[in-house]
């Protein structure tokens, strides 16, 4: 059984910054590709950033290309989602989840096997 534990959510101005952590237990996270997604109400949850097992390769969603940017400590079994420059439409609830397999080139949700329970970010205008 594999747990992923978001944390770093909150409220924050247009403009400003957060940083996601999704803590990881329970399976070799080294292994797996890591993935961010993000769902806001009465939409389908979208595809935000990746990153492979090792950390060296990353694909972002066009929306959030040069604004966001994907990490991952091995070490400390965590992944991270730097997000600057928030805009009103980042607003939504935030899920790490952990990849079927080893590539950062995984984009929709059923390509993930684990799940974590999600961190709520909301930027006002």
């Known amino acids: 059984q594999v747990q992923l534990v978001e944390s770093g959510g909150g409220l924050v101005q247009a403009g400003g910054s957060l940083r996601l952590s999704c803590a990881a237990s329970?399976?070799?996270?080294?292994?797996?590709?890591m993935g961010w997604f993000r769902q806001a109400p009465g939409k389908e949850r979208e595809f935000v950033a990746s990153?492979?097992?090792?950390?060296?390769?990353?694909y972002y969603a066009d929306s959030v290309k040069g604004r966001f940017t994907i990490s991952r400590d091995n070490a400390k079994r965590t992944a991270y989602l730097q997000m600057n420059s928030l805009k009103p439409e980042d607003t939504a609830v935030y899920y790490c989840a952990s990849a079927r397999g080893s590539s950062e080139y995984y984009t929709k949700p059923n390509e993930y096997v684990y799940w974590g329970q999600g961190t709520q970010v909301t930027v006002s205008s």
């Open positions: 990153i492979s097992s090792s950390g060296g390769s990353k």
């Open positions: 329970g399976r070799t996270f080294s292994a797996a590709g």
